[in-house]
RNA sequence: GCCCGGGUGGUGGAAUUGGUAGACACGCAGGACUUAAAAUCCUGUGGCCUUACAGCUGUACGGGUUCGACUCCCGUCCCGGGUACCA
């Protein structure tokens, strides 16, 4: 009887799932074993043969363990929530939910095709309520945790709340110790804390939460319409899709994964992961343990007080510049212009004031300036991003006179790119809520027409913050009117308002130059070769030191500087460039002057967003200081400062006072102890680990479970969970550019309070699903006790590389957290990782004869002018075009003529990544139609080893069927039965059999598959030259294979006679008595060649084999005389030294 | 640039601790069976030289350590992945 796979395969896939095989249970006298896969995310193309590599190989794994005894949790479920299907949605209006089901389902389908042992009953799909209401459970956790640097763990924020009230804060206490709660939070009593509103302890306290929502520098896609995380933006573009990605502040939910740097960072020593993998891991947390250095500036320097502030505002359109040199041009005029300016605002009119406080109150998401001055006009209020004046107009404005007055400022305004709306006294007062809505849709119209304007914060100025109602509410009430402008009010204000005089104190401080700069440095010691101090453009400093001569110069870096995209700063790297400030500070230990200076080199994200330039040292500093002509000064000796700085961290320091002498470890130590016992900075850890964005501006996501009451952000009760994603009639943005979301009108907590309108990033749902497969269907915990007591933590994960910095390092953070609070036992979320490599696509192409639609063969393109085309590699077989079935593929080949290479149109071939747009996907179930499931599990091992990258090519596939084949033979199946041998085996087949059980269960246990079936293929060969047809040696034999190829194997074990699985049989156990030699054909070297081969007893000693090859006949062939040394390695080799 | 992998026949790859380089498979060549083909089976297959025996050479390249190196060390080149002015 042959082999038939399409019978056998069909057989046991409906065999296994009637009878529920791979159902795992709880069972605590049996060891666990826990396998994940990481969950694939259901595309609309299907599964491709890259797809079931990793899959097959954990498989293997399973049924390997649960051979061996092993209690086996191998589950599978669907990474659900995602950005295809929501584009899919966007472009025809299919709901999202339908779009992920349906693939779903061809997934399903095809996974069962292989043969897979999952435990489909503990499926999960991040997108059910029933899932994520755990996510949002988890985010709810988080939100009411915050991270004591103390002990190191995440702790309730009731207790902080409780040591609040009682004995107030002080950042400098233990349990604070982080980089930022410094700078952000003000100390307090417990008096002031309990005085406070609630508004003022909800910002407070989002300090402290592990989920909390702030200003923050994101990366904003305003193709995708939503924010990304760090690790989904690659080279300035977006993963997925690859738009560009700019730099925007966005009130945000961020989680304090920096929390958790440390931890992340330490534990990673104890994982059984590749080290690539763990190495991406440390460079992304990037810790670098230094010193902070301030350095004082210098007061003499003082000049004359400039005569203009420098604007903070950076420019984007050609207008802006014409814009500021036409408003500040005539001094005379323009400080008329500020008098009045300052006397309109004093008595504004009724209709004016009525406006200005609805567009504070309404969360429009845009800031206004009162009674500003644009030109030679004082427009009543003018939102500068983007440019729009609104004017309330008295009666007066009707007159003919005022009309052409005003039709002129609409021209002269026009011009400076200002759009203008113009409404009544009458209809402001009466109808103010209209009057707001067309402002906002009108700014929110500019704003999407207008090439996006880059908003780079400065000095912590939120301008213009996104779509997100709360944003706004929360911004609103910490940016007042233009700061600038309000220093020059003062000089014509007789009586200044006890606000402006506050503004008024800090203009005359920052003239005063009574400044200081920290820097951080990982280099202490070399603070004697300090040539200057360089601060990132952004720095808040800038626009405070900056003498009046650079002022221009310096505006003119920042604004360059500013209007570079991410993508464009990136490309420029490398490229020196920067500007004198003309500002100094002086050297903490000399005094020396030290010039200032501002160069995008330095990034204001990191560290104190300046640095002390020490061009000897620094590679980047040495390039500045060549480029700009400053000093260059040696401070460490070993290198040579002509060329290169000198960067290694070892040598003797010199010209440098009290650390001269001593290298390079001991001067840090003591520069260290020396700038804190001065007080002038002290030693710090950074990490350039950045928190992780976690609010995405779309519809397909976990509805984050946050309402708003008042403004202050609040999580829903635990018992409202789920919060469940609302129906809502498109998918796109609103039209004033908020989320989807905000499109579910009645979508409101307890009937009265706004949810939160983002929903959670692509990684949520998969930062803690391995927990859930422990226990999927549990209605009333996200995982139980028993369950994570019992599984404990995944044993083997497998999965892509591609997720080294983002899933894994999430994931190892919620696994963290959550153990933290004492809800599950283990602090890693896998012990052993594994990442299997990428089978791409091999394309093939055709060459078009440019212009024409001829078609020239691989090896004759070159006498042509061509364009390469992707070719469906389906109509090519082994790279020979079907030049019939091409014309018939698309309709604009229908008439392709062809230049042939002899009698044949051989297409050309480029290894690329396997994707539909490419032609080159090779589709499983193909192979399994024509091969079976088996040979494709068995080929996909056989091709390589799993980490490894590789082509796909079927080139060698039917190496493998064919093996199937000849193994189906030895077991002489007649009339649905084995004609096996009961006789005791040979020593020989013995032999056989438990070198290959031994090979087997060594190879599997490394996770070498592709030998295990090179071993396979061994005995198969070896039993065959011995005519093997013993039971004793098949039965073990099949039960080798299984795991491998099951079908095949379950078949065999059922023709043997066994009516049970033979998933319940036993993984044999070798034995050494079988394998016992006892000769061993030594081979014989001279001078390490081999150049025969004596057999010899393995039971000699050393010398008698020493004595045995001297004496040896054939030895007189190669040598003569006596030999200088004789090495013998018992059991591997004699070597003989002449 | 830096960090981590890797480079072995015509091809995929093997060599687990420094001990016979090229297992296993594909491909190719020759043969058996067959009227023929398919299927199956057998033989050969790194390169050079040779009728053969033998010999020489050979794991990206150059050097080193060692009785012995694909394996360890130093330098160079190339390929893949990560990262990108992180002070």
């Not at 005029?333 to 609805?358: D, G, V």
Request: net charge negative.
């Amino acid at each position: 009887m042959e082999y038939n796979f399409r019978e056998i395969e069909d057989k046991w896939q409906r065999y296994w799932r009637e009878n529920k095989s791979y159902k795992s249970e709880i069972a605590n006298d049996k060891k666990k074993y826990y396998v994940l896969d990481m969950f694939p995310y259901p595309s609309g193309v299907g599964l491709h043969v890259g797809h079931p590599l990793g899959y097959i190989a954990s498989d293997i794994v399973s049924r390997y363990k649960k051979l061996r005894g092993f209690n086996v949790l191998h589950p599978m479920g669907y990474d659900a929530f995602g950005l295809p299907a929501e584009q899919y949605a966007i472009q025809t209006g299919q709901h999202p939910k339908i779009t992920t089901e349906q693939n779903i389902a061809r997934y399903r389908e095809q996974l069962d095709r292989i043969g897979f042992c999952f435990d489909w009953s503990r499926e999960i799909r991040t997108c059910e309520p029933e899932y994520y209401k755990w996510t949002q459970w988890v985010f709810i956790k988080l939100f009411n945790s915050w991270f004591n640097c103390e002990t190191k763990k995440a702790e309730s924020i009731d207790e902080l709340i409780a040591v609040f009230s009682t004995k107030g804060f002080n950042c400098s206490e233990p349990q604070y110790l982080t980089g930022d709660i410094e700078k952000a939070v003000a100390p307090f009593s417990s008096d002031e804390w309990n005085a406070k509103s609630e508004m003022e302890k909800s910002d407070i306290l989002l300090n402290f939460r592990l989920a909390y929502l702030s200003n923050a520098m994101v990366n904003w896609c305003p193709a995708l319409g939503t924010v990304l995380a760090n690790d989904e933006v690659k080279d300035g573009v977006s993963e997925r899709g690859g738009f560009p990605v700019e730099k925007k502040i966005m009130k945000q939910w961020s989680l304090r994964i920096t929390a958790y740097a440390d931890r992340l960072l330490t534990d990673l020593d104890d994982l059984d992961w590749p080290d690539s993998v763990k190495e991406a891991q440390r460079n992304w947390i990037g810790k670098s343990e230094g010193t902070s250095i301030r350095f004082e500036g210098i007061v003499d320097d003082f000049n004359n007080e400039s005569e203009y502030p420098l604007s903070i505002n950076s420019g984007t359109s050609r207008n802006e510049k014409e814009f500021k040199d036409h408003r500040y041009s005539d001094p005379k005029s323009y400080s008329q212009l500020k008098s009045f300016a300052i006397q309109n605002k004093k008595n504004p009119t009724e209709a004016e004031n009525a406006l200005w406080e609805a567009l504070r109150n309404k969360n429009t998401g845009f800031k206004f300036r009162r009674q500003y001055p644009i030109s030679k006009y004082i427009p009543d209020l003018v939102c500068l991003d983007p440019k729009l004046v609104i004017e309330v107009d008295g009666e007066i404005h009707l007159s003919k006179d005022q009309k052409e007055n005003d039709a002129n400022k609409s021209v002269e305004l026009n011009f400076y790119g200002f759009e203008i709306l113009r409404f009544s006294n009458s209809q402001v007062l009466n109808d103010i809520d209209n009057v707001v809505l067309i402002i906002t849709n009108k700014l929110n119209s500019l704003k999407n027409n207008s090439p996006s304007p880059l908003e780079r914060g400065l000095g912590g100025e939120a301008r213009t913050l996104g779509e997100n109602k709360i944003t706004n509410d929360r911004i609103n009430q910490d940016s007042s009117e233009d700061v600038n402008y309000r220093h020059h009010t003062n000089m014509a204000s007789p009586q200044p308002s006890p606000e402006e005089r506050e503004l008024n104190e800090n203009y005359s401080k920052s003239n005063s130059k009574q400044f200081s700069i920290e820097v951080f440095t990982t280099r202490p010691d070399t603070i004697f070769g300090v040539s200057f101090v360089a601060l990132a453009p952004e720095h808040e400093l800038v626009n405070i030191i900056t003498s009046a001569e650079y002022r221009s110069a310096v505006q003119e870096y920042v604004n360059a500087s500013s209007k570079k995209s991410e993508r464009e700063r990136q490309t420029e790297v490398k490229k020196v460039s920067g500007q004198f400030t003309g500002a100094y500070v002086s050297h903490p230990f000399t005094g020396a002057k030290i010039p200032v200076w501002i160069g995008e080199y330095v990034l204001v994200g990191y560290g104190t967003g300046a640095v002390m330039a020490v061009p000897g040292h620094d590679q980047r500093d040495y390039l500045f200081a060549k480029h700009f002509n400053l000093p260059i000064q040696e401070v460490v000796r070993g290198g040579d400062l002509a060329h290169e700085a000198y960067v290694a961290k070892e040598g003797v320091l010199v010209n440098s006072d009290f650390l001269n002498g001593l290298d390079v470890k001991a001067a840090v130590k003591k520069a260290i102890g020396e700038i804190e016992k001065r007080g002038i900075g002290k030693g710090q850890v950074n990490y350039r680990l950045r928190d992780a964005a976690f609010g995405r501006q779309r519809y397909w996501g976990e509805p984050i479970p946050i309402f708003y009451e008042d403004g202050i952000p609040k999580t829903i009760s635990e018992s409202d969970l789920p919060l469940v994603l609302p129906e809502i009639d498109k998918f796109q943005p609103t039209e004033s550019g908020e989320p989807p979301l905000a499109r579910a009108e009645d979508w409101k907590y307890k009937g009265k309070f706004n949810y939160e309108t983002t929903t959670m990033p692509g990684w949520a749902g998969s930062s803690w699903y391995f927990l859930r497969y422990m226990d999927s269907n549990n209605e009333k915990e996200f995982v139980s006790k028993e369950a994570v007591n019992y599984w404990q933590q995944v044993d083997f994960y497998l999965g892509g590389a591609e997720h080294a910095t983002g899933h894994l390092l999430y994931v190892r953070f919620w696994t963290k957290f959550l153990f933290d609070l004492k809800l599950i036992p283990c602090k890693e979320p896998a012990k052993k990782l594994i990442n299997q490599g990428m089978i791409q696509g091999v394309s093939a192409f055709v060459y078009r004869i440019n212009g024409t639609n001829n078609f020239v063969s691989d090896g004759l393109k070159n006498q042509y002018e061509t364009t390469a085309l992707h070719v469906d590699i389906s109509i090519a077989p082994n790279h020979i075009l079907d030049t019939e079935k091409f014309k018939l593929w698309r309709e604009d080949f229908k008439n392709a003529e062809f230049i042939l290479e002899g009698d044949q149109y051989k297409c050309g071939a480029e290894v690329e990544k396997m994707s539909k747009s490419k032609y080159n996907v090779v589709n499983p179930d193909d192979i399994i139609e024509e091969y079976g499931a088996d040979t494709l599990r068995l080929y996909e091992m056989f091709l390589g080893p799993l980490e490894q990258s590789k082509p796909w090519s079927t080139q060698g596939i039917s190496g493998v069927h064919n093996f199937l084949r000849r193994a189906w033979r030895l077991f002489q199946i007649e009339n649905g039965a084995c004609k096996l041998s009961d006789e005791t085996p040979s020593a020989a087949e013995l032999k056989v059999l438990h070198k290959t059980i031994k090979k087997v269960e060594d190879d599997v246990e490394r996770f070498s598959f592709n030998t295990t079936i090179s071993a396979f293929m061994i005995c198969l060969n070896e039993l065959s030259d011995l005519k093997c047809n013993k039971r004793q040696i098949l039965e073990p034999f099949t039960i080798l294979l299984s795991p491998y190829a099951p079908h095949f194997a379950e078949e065999l074990w059922s023709l043997l006679g066994y009516k049970e699985s033979i998933t319940k049989a036993n993984f044999p156990i070798w034995k050494e008595e079988y394998l016992v030699e006892n000769e061993f054909e030594y081979p014989i070297s001279i001078n390490g060649k081999v150049k025969f081969k004596i057999n010899l007893s393995l039971q000699l000693s050393k010398e008698e084999v020493e004595k045995n090859v001297m004496s040896s006949e054939e030895l007189g062939k190669f040598m003569q005389g006596t030999p200088k040394k004789i090495i013998v390695v018992p059991g591997r080799i004699v070597n003989i030294v002449v």
